[in-house]
């Protein structure tokens, strides 16, 4: 089991630059996939980003390709959201997730068994 606890979120302007946070409890991070997801004002939420579980492979929504990035440092427990040229389309909750066992689905939030409480992203035009 681990908690998820999220932090980096608030407003910038559109072309800025944010970096979330999302910290896990617990002595088994190492063991669980990492994946950002992301839920507009009257929008389902969707996938954003993922990192396997040694931060060697990554993999992105099309829609953030080139201006995110997902990091992840194991020694800290922490896995990272770095968002630059930030549009008014990426205002959302942001959600940190961790996968405990392997899924072939890594893209989908089936994939994961537990949850952040969410960091808001406002962007402004």
């Known amino acids: 089991q681990v908690q998820l606890v999220e932090s980096g979120g608030g407003l910038v302007q559109a072309g800025g630059s944010l970096r979330l946070s999302c910290t896990a409890s617990g002595r088994t991070f190492s063991m669980y996939r990492m994946g950002w997801f992301r839920q507009a004002p009257g929008k389902e939420r969707e996938f954003v980003a993922t990192i396997s579980r040694s931060g060697g492979s990554t993999d992105y929504a099309g829609s953030v390709k080139g201006r995110f990035t997902i990091s992840r440092d194991n020694a800290k427990n922490t896995v990272y959201l770095q968002m630059a040229s930030l549009e008014s389309e990426d205002t959302a909750i942001y959600y940190c997730?961790?996968?405990?066992?392997?899924?072939?689905?890594?893209?989908?939030?089936?994939?994961?068994?537990?949850w952040g409480q969410g960091a808001q992203v406002t962007v402004s035009p």
């Open positions: 997730a961790a996968g405990a066992v392997f899924s072939t689905a890594r893209l989908s939030a089936t994939a994961y068994d537990y």
